[in-house]
Every structure is written in C-alpha cells, then in structure tokens.
C-alpha cells in the first residue's frame, strides 16, 4: 500500500517500510537516531541503501566498512569516501595498518568526518569480506525527493534508499 502525503503544492508517494508494519521512512527514521545501512555505491557516487538498521545513539563516530577503491597519498576511499589516515595508526602488533593496504583490500574504519572526508581514529583490515559495504553514523538529514525516492545524510555521506530496501529495529 502506498500513500500520498501533500505539502504545499509538492505531492509524493511515500512506499511502506518493509520490516516496520507499513510505516513510511519519515515515520521509521529521525534525524539524530544512529543507522546502520548497508549497500552498494551508485555511480552518481551516492550510497544505495538495501538494508537499514538502528544501532546504539551513545556511539557518535561514523564508520564506513567496505573495499579500498583507490590509494592517496594521505590515505584512500571506501564506499566512495576519502578515508585521511593519521601517520601513527597501528594495528595489534605495531604496524602501520594503511601501508600495507591495497585496492580490493576491505576495511573497517572509524572517525569524524572532516571537510567531506573522514579523518580516521580506527582502522581494522578485515581478513573476510562482509557481502555488503556498509556506513554507520548519526543521522544528519532526511528528506524525500518529488519522484518518492527519500535521501539521507550520514555525515558527509548521501545515501539513497533503494526501492527495495528493509528495515530492522536493531542490530
């Protein structure tokens, strides 16, 4: 089922939340709640969310997990993101984590976006792929475009909710 909501002179279908009885992603999502989404990069460079999901509001810090597209040289990009690296980020055993990392090598980084890039704290090379890139952080914008599709903000990052995508409460 699908409903029309009317502002003003602008009208657009809002499509159920699959996962969350019927409500509408205005009714699921709230600016200031902290998602988890998990996707795919569009080739508009937005992220297509497939899966979303609620996580603890007390964690502030955004983190993108996925494969390194490319190196730079102050550090590289995930999920379309450039990810800058501080010099002294070690892993467990006392190693620079970002010089060893290659294109295809997947990640999980933590930090504050910083100028539309994130400035790492925290990064973990992951030895087995997850089957999704994903970005988790506090939610900075919701809005729903004139064709229905709804646009959210997760620090520097837009995402866009696939058609298709499914809710769940918490993760």
Excluded at 4 to 22: E, F, H, K, N, T
Excluded at 78 to 99: F, I, P, S, Y
Excluded at 117 to 131: F, G, N, S, T, V
Aim: no cysteine; aromatic share 4%; hydrophobic share 45%.
């Amino acid at each position: 089922m699908r409903a029309a909501i009317a502002i003003g002179l602008l009208i657009w279908l809002a499509a159920p939340v699959a996962g969350a009885a019927g409500a509408s992603w205005d009714q699921v999502l709230a600016v200031g709640m902290r998602i988890k989404v998990k996707g795919t990069l569009a080739a508009d460079g937005s992220f297509e969310a497939r899966k979303l999901g609620a996580k603890d509001a007390a964690d502030r810090d955004l983190e993108l997990t996925g494969p390194v597209a490319s190196l730079e040289a102050d550090g590289f990009r995930v999920n379309g993101v450039k990810v800058v690296v501080d010099e002294g980020e070690l892993d467990r055993r006392g190693r620079r984590v970002a010089e060893k990392l290659e294109p295809g090598d997947w990640v999980k980084v933590e930090g504050e976006p910083q100028g539309g890039a994130l400035l790492a704290d925290h990064l973990q090379r992951l030895r087995k792929p997850e089957k999704l890139p994903a970005v988790e952080g506090p939610l900075e914008a919701v809005e729903s475009e004139a064709s229905g599709a709804w646009l959210l903000r997760l620090g520097s990052i837009p995402v866009r909710i696939a058609k298709e995508a499914t809710w769940k409460d918490s993760e």
